[in-house]
Protein backbone atom coordinates (compact mmCIF):
# COMPACT_ATOMS: atom_id res chain seq x y z
CA UNK A 1 0.00 0.00 0.00
CA UNK A 2 1.38 3.74 -1.00
CA UNK A 3 2.23 6.34 1.40
CA UNK A 4 -0.93 8.19 0.40
CA UNK A 5 -3.39 5.60 0.80
CA UNK A 6 -2.22 4.85 4.38
CA UNK A 7 -2.16 8.48 5.95
CA UNK A 8 -5.56 8.80 4.18
CA UNK A 9 -6.66 5.62 6.38
CA UNK A 10 -5.19 7.09 9.33
CA UNK A 11 -6.63 10.02 8.93
CA UNK A 12 -10.65 8.77 8.39
CA UNK A 13 -9.75 6.68 11.45
CA UNK A 14 -9.00 9.66 13.53
CA UNK A 15 -11.74 11.46 12.07
CA UNK A 16 -14.23 8.77 13.14
CA UNK A 17 -12.62 8.26 16.35
CA UNK A 18 -12.60 12.03 16.80
CA UNK A 19 -16.13 12.66 16.12
CA UNK A 20 -17.33 9.14 18.15
CA UNK A 21 -15.65 10.91 21.40
CA UNK A 22 -17.47 14.10 20.66
CA UNK A 23 -20.68 12.34 19.97
CA UNK A 24 -20.83 9.77 23.20
CA UNK A 25 -19.72 12.59 25.74
CA UNK A 26 -22.43 14.45 24.67
CA UNK A 27 -25.26 12.04 23.96
CA UNK A 28 -23.77 8.50 25.42
CA UNK A 29 -23.39 5.25 23.57
CA UNK A 30 -27.46 4.47 23.45
CA UNK A 31 -28.14 7.97 21.61
CA UNK A 32 -25.33 7.46 19.31
CA UNK A 33 -25.91 5.39 16.23
CA UNK A 34 -23.11 4.21 13.53
CA UNK A 35 -25.04 6.40 10.89
CA UNK A 36 -24.81 9.35 13.22
CA UNK A 37 -21.12 8.92 13.54
CA UNK A 38 -19.89 8.37 9.67
CA UNK A 39 -21.92 11.72 9.01
CA UNK A 40 -20.08 14.07 11.66
CA UNK A 41 -16.40 12.42 10.70
CA UNK A 42 -18.02 12.46 6.86
CA UNK A 43 -17.05 8.93 6.52
CA UNK A 44 -18.61 6.25 4.73
CA UNK A 45 -20.77 4.30 7.49
CA UNK A 46 -18.99 0.64 6.44
CA UNK A 47 -15.58 2.46 7.23
CA UNK A 48 -16.63 2.04 10.90
CA UNK A 49 -16.93 -1.40 10.69
CA UNK A 50 -13.87 -1.79 8.92
CA UNK A 51 -11.82 -0.04 11.21
CA UNK A 52 -13.43 -0.77 14.55
CA UNK A 53 -15.58 -3.90 14.07
CA UNK A 54 -18.77 -2.47 15.91
CA UNK A 55 -20.25 0.71 17.44
CA UNK A 56 -19.45 -1.30 21.07
CA UNK A 57 -15.51 -1.62 19.75
CA UNK A 58 -15.26 2.01 18.83
CA UNK A 59 -16.72 2.83 21.90
CA UNK A 60 -14.35 0.76 23.45
CA UNK A 61 -11.25 2.33 21.33
CA UNK A 62 -12.76 5.79 22.64
CA UNK A 63 -12.33 4.82 26.29
CA UNK A 64 -8.57 3.26 25.70
CA UNK A 65 -7.60 6.42 23.44
CA UNK A 66 -6.90 8.33 26.86
CA UNK A 67 -4.92 5.85 28.19
CA UNK A 68 -4.44 5.30 31.98
CA UNK A 69 -5.89 8.03 34.42
CA UNK A 70 -3.71 10.68 33.02
CA UNK A 71 -0.49 11.37 34.95
CA UNK A 72 -2.06 11.44 38.24
CA UNK A 73 -0.81 8.54 39.70
CA UNK A 74 2.17 9.45 38.56
CA UNK A 75 3.53 10.75 41.92
CA UNK A 76 5.54 9.03 45.15
CA UNK A 77 2.80 7.42 47.49
CA UNK A 78 2.85 10.72 50.07
CA UNK A 79 1.93 13.04 47.52
CA UNK A 80 -1.18 11.00 45.94
CA UNK A 81 -3.87 12.14 48.35
CA UNK A 82 -2.93 15.38 47.25
CA UNK A 83 -2.58 15.03 44.09
CA UNK A 84 -5.74 12.92 43.41
CA UNK A 85 -7.55 15.92 45.38
CA UNK A 86 -6.48 18.41 42.82
CA UNK A 87 -7.52 16.34 40.56
CA UNK A 88 -10.99 16.07 41.44
CA UNK A 89 -10.88 19.98 41.99
CA UNK A 90 -10.05 20.69 38.66
CA UNK A 91 -12.73 18.66 37.57
CA UNK A 92 -15.25 20.06 39.81
CA UNK A 93 -14.33 23.63 38.76
CA UNK A 94 -13.27 23.73 35.36
CA UNK A 95 -15.16 24.66 32.49
CA UNK A 96 -14.34 21.66 30.21
CA UNK A 97 -14.77 18.05 31.24
CA UNK A 98 -12.92 15.13 30.18
CA UNK A 99 -14.63 13.70 27.47
CA UNK A 100 -14.10 10.43 28.38
CA UNK A 101 -15.72 11.15 31.47
CA UNK A 102 -18.60 12.47 29.95
CA UNK A 103 -19.04 9.69 27.67
CA UNK A 104 -18.52 7.05 30.95
CA UNK A 105 -21.11 9.27 32.93
CA UNK A 106 -23.54 9.08 29.38
CA UNK A 107 -23.25 6.26 29.05
CA UNK A 108 -23.25 4.54 32.08
CA UNK A 109 -26.58 2.95 32.14
CA UNK A 110 -26.17 1.11 28.90
CA UNK A 111 -26.27 -2.80 29.58
CA UNK A 112 -24.62 -3.49 26.15
CA UNK A 113 -21.35 -1.85 27.19
CA UNK A 114 -21.16 -2.34 30.70
CA UNK A 115 -18.31 -5.07 30.87
CA UNK A 116 -16.38 -2.15 28.83
CA UNK A 117 -16.83 0.68 31.00
CA UNK A 118 -16.30 -1.32 34.07
CA UNK A 119 -13.22 -2.61 32.35
CA UNK A 120 -12.22 1.19 31.97
CA UNK A 121 -12.62 2.23 35.07
CA UNK A 122 -10.85 -0.65 36.88
CA UNK A 123 -7.71 -0.57 34.65
CA UNK A 124 -7.11 3.37 34.63
CA UNK A 125 -8.24 3.98 37.89
CA UNK A 126 -8.85 1.01 40.37
CA UNK A 127 -6.52 -1.59 39.75
CA UNK A 128 -3.18 1.05 39.50
CA UNK A 129 -4.27 2.59 43.10
CA UNK A 130 -4.95 -1.46 44.39
CA UNK A 131 -0.94 -2.42 43.57
CA UNK A 132 0.10 1.17 45.28
CA UNK A 133 -1.96 0.46 48.54
CA UNK A 134 -0.61 -1.78 50.99
CA UNK A 135 -2.98 -3.49 53.45
CA UNK A 136 -5.40 -6.16 53.36
CA UNK A 137 -8.21 -4.30 52.76
CA UNK A 138 -6.28 -2.01 49.68
CA UNK A 139 -8.95 -2.85 47.31
CA UNK A 140 -11.73 -1.43 49.67
CA UNK A 141 -9.80 1.89 49.57
CA UNK A 142 -9.17 1.73 46.71
CA UNK A 143 -12.68 1.17 45.53
CA UNK A 144 -13.63 4.43 47.94
CA UNK A 145 -11.03 6.65 46.08
CA UNK A 146 -12.28 5.19 42.59
CA UNK A 147 -15.90 6.20 43.92
CA UNK A 148 -14.80 9.49 44.98
CA UNK A 149 -12.83 10.11 41.57
CA UNK A 150 -15.79 9.01 39.13
CA UNK A 151 -18.73 10.14 41.42
CA UNK A 152 -16.76 14.04 41.04
CA UNK A 153 -17.32 13.48 37.24
CA UNK A 154 -21.01 12.64 37.66
CA UNK A 155 -21.64 15.39 39.78
CA UNK A 156 -19.54 17.90 37.43
CA UNK A 157 -22.08 16.72 34.52
CA UNK A 158 -25.05 17.41 36.69
CA UNK A 159 -24.12 20.71 38.19
CA UNK A 160 -21.46 22.20 35.72
CA UNK A 161 -18.66 24.14 37.15
CA UNK A 162 -20.60 25.81 39.76
CA UNK A 163 -21.02 21.86 41.51
CA UNK A 164 -18.42 23.43 44.02
CA UNK A 165 -19.66 27.08 45.20
CA UNK A 166 -16.21 27.44 47.20
CA UNK A 167 -13.79 30.57 45.45
CA UNK A 168 -11.30 29.86 47.56
CA UNK A 169 -9.64 26.32 45.21
CA UNK A 170 -7.02 25.47 48.00
CA UNK A 171 -10.30 25.14 50.61
CA UNK A 172 -11.77 22.47 48.22
CA UNK A 173 -8.53 20.62 47.34
CA UNK A 174 -7.45 20.83 51.74
CA UNK A 175 -10.74 19.14 52.41
CA UNK A 176 -10.67 16.07 48.97
CA UNK A 177 -6.92 15.60 50.56
CA UNK A 178 -7.87 14.49 53.93
CA UNK A 179 -10.82 12.85 52.33
CA UNK A 180 -8.47 11.02 50.28
CA UNK A 181 -5.95 10.49 52.65
CA UNK A 182 -8.14 8.33 55.15
CA UNK A 183 -9.80 6.73 52.55
CA UNK A 184 -5.98 5.50 51.09
CA UNK A 185 -4.25 5.11 54.56
CA UNK A 186 -4.49 0.97 55.58
Known amino acids: MDEGRRRCREDTRQRILTAARRLFAEHGYDHVTVRLIAAEAEANIALINRYFGSKRELFAEVLAVQGRFPGVLDV ?9 AEYVAERLSTDRSSPVMEALVRSSSSPEIHGILRQRVSSAIMEPLVERLSGGDARLRAAIATALITGSG ?3 LLYGPDAVEQP ?6 ARLEKIFRVCLEP
Not at 76 to 84: A, C, K
Open 168 to 173: DREAVV
Open 154 to 156: TLR
Open 76 to 84: PDEELPRRL
